[in-house]
């Protein structure tokens, strides 16, 4: 994916640009390890070029490859879309689930009864003395809570978006049919509000599943090249995208003063649905940045949020992910400080002794 290789050329880049002795030693060393293959006798050349030729092979066949899983996630999302489709009548409120679809076991779950039950009689107490509480309908602010709970879509989130995704009914993924370009297309469903007469508000990410003509050893699978948002159609003074502003202009000659009212554009999640264009030259690092966050984006709504959202409302699905990334980030500083000790052992190494057999690490 665009997203990924964008984070691997990031992982190349950290540290800055300027190599320490130790790292220049490094790769003069691996250099020297890695056989140049201009130097090769004509003959061995000629077979490793035949290789690469099979590799281009290689690399169509799993284009292919990705091509039929494209088609199986077509196939599959037909299968789950009914439970999707009850999931969203449950949390609009349009269906009430039965005493049975409600049972749940869970760790602990005799603590939380027994609270449960303190509570519950605690109420009673007051019962008379408080008017009823409201039943609310379905489970209100679903959508709106996942965005809160994650980091990525809370950083898009503006409190002037908040009263509108409260209308967030459902959010749903289609791929491409058959025969069509690989794309997949978020469809977010609003329910009738004051804000846009639109009912769906859609974006489309448009993949590539072919190697590179020009660097086909590149190849990692289908990447999302481009993305389509919508036209939103704002009632009058609702659009969240752009904010007015007063502003004075005097006149050069007579030096009189008038105050003209602009709009200009101003940070919301809305701005999702008017993403911006990949550059023709492929030279704005900037740009490229903001198409592989929003691509990322796609993703993350594709193949987590949208799958597994009553674990992100609840939260749990969000201990998952931060329990990888503390994983990694250890396994990253054990590393660094294997290295760090390997360095001082090499400077503290008595010539005078004989050489200790080195440790085995394990790959």
């Known amino acids: 994916m665009e997203a990924r290789k964008n984070e691997k050329n990031e992982a190349r880049g950290k540290g800055g640009n300027k190599a320490s002795q130790g790292d220049r030693t490094e790769i003069i060393s691996e250099a020297e390890r890695i056989p140049n293959v201009s130097a090769l006798p004509k003959a061995v050349k000629r077979r490793v070029y035949a290789l690469k030729r099979l590799q281009v092979q290689s690399a169509h066949i799993e284009a292919k490859f990705y091509e039929e899983v494209h088609e199986l996630e077509r196939k599959y999302a037909g299968l789950y879309q009914p439970i999707f489709d009850k999931r969203r009548e449950v949390v609009s409120g349009a269906v009430e689930p039965t005493d049975e679809e409600c049972e749940w076991h869970s760790e602990g779950e005799e603590e939380e009864l027994a609270e449960d039950l303190k509570k519950k009689a605690a109420l009673e107490e007051k019962k008379e003395e408080s008017a009823p509480a409201d039943d609310p309908k379905g489970i209100p602010e679903f959508w709106l809570t996942i965005f809160k709970h994650v980091d990525m879509l809370g950083e898009m989130l503006q409190e002037h978006d908040e009263p509108?995704?409260?209308?967030?009914?459902?959010?749903?993924?289609?791929?491409?049919?058959?025969?069509?370009?690989?794309?997949?297309?978020?469809e977010f469903?609003?329910?009738?509000?004051?804000?846009?007469?639109?009912?769906?508000?859609?974006?489309?990410?448009?993949?590539?599943?072919?190697?590179?003509?020009?660097?086909?050893?590149?190849?990692?699978?289908?990447?999302?090249?481009?993305?389509?948002?919508?036209?939103i159609d704002w009632h009058k003074g609702k659009d969240v995208t752009v904010k007015?502003?007063?502003?004075?202009?005097?006149?050069?000659?007579?030096?009189?003063v008038r105050t003209?009212?602009?709009?200009?554009?101003?940070?919301?999640?809305f701005n999702f649905f008017n993403p911006v264009k990949a550059s023709p030259d492929g030279m704005d690092e900037d740009l490229d940045f903001t198409l592989a966050t929003d691509f990322e984006i796609g993703h993350f709504f594709r193949e987590r949020i949208i799958p597994r959202a009553v674990l992100y409302?609840?939260?749990e699905a969000l201990e998952d992910d931060e329990s990888f990334e503390e994983e990694d980030l250890?396994?990253?500083?054990?590393?660094?400080?294997?290295?760090?000790?390997?360095?001082?052992?090499?400077?503290?190494?008595?010539?005078?002794?004989?050489p200790q057999p080195a440790e085995c690490k394990q790959q």
Do not use: W
Request: contains cysteine; hydrophobic residues 25%.
């Open 313 to 315: 409302f609840t939260g």
């Open 189 to 231: 469903h609003f329910e009738p509000n004051s804000y846009f007469s639109n009912a769906v508000l859609t974006k489309v990410y448009k993949m590539k599943s072919e190697p590179d003509p020009v660097d086909p050893f590149s190849f990692e699978g289908p990447e999302i090249v481009d993305c389509e948002g919508c036209k």
């Open 164 to 186: 509108i995704l409260k209308h967030l009914q459902d959010i749903k993924v289609k791929f491409s049919e058959p025969g069509q370009p690989m794309s997949f297309t978020l």
């Open 330 to 354: 250890e396994e990253g500083e054990e590393e660094d400080l294997d290295e760090e000790g390997e360095e001082e052992d090499e400077g503290d190494l008595d010539p005078t002794k004989e």
């Open 260 to 269: 003209i009212t602009k709009e200009v554009p101003q940070d919301s999640f």
């Open 244 to 256: 007015t502003i007063k502003k004075k202009q005097k006149h050069k000659g007579r030096g009189t």
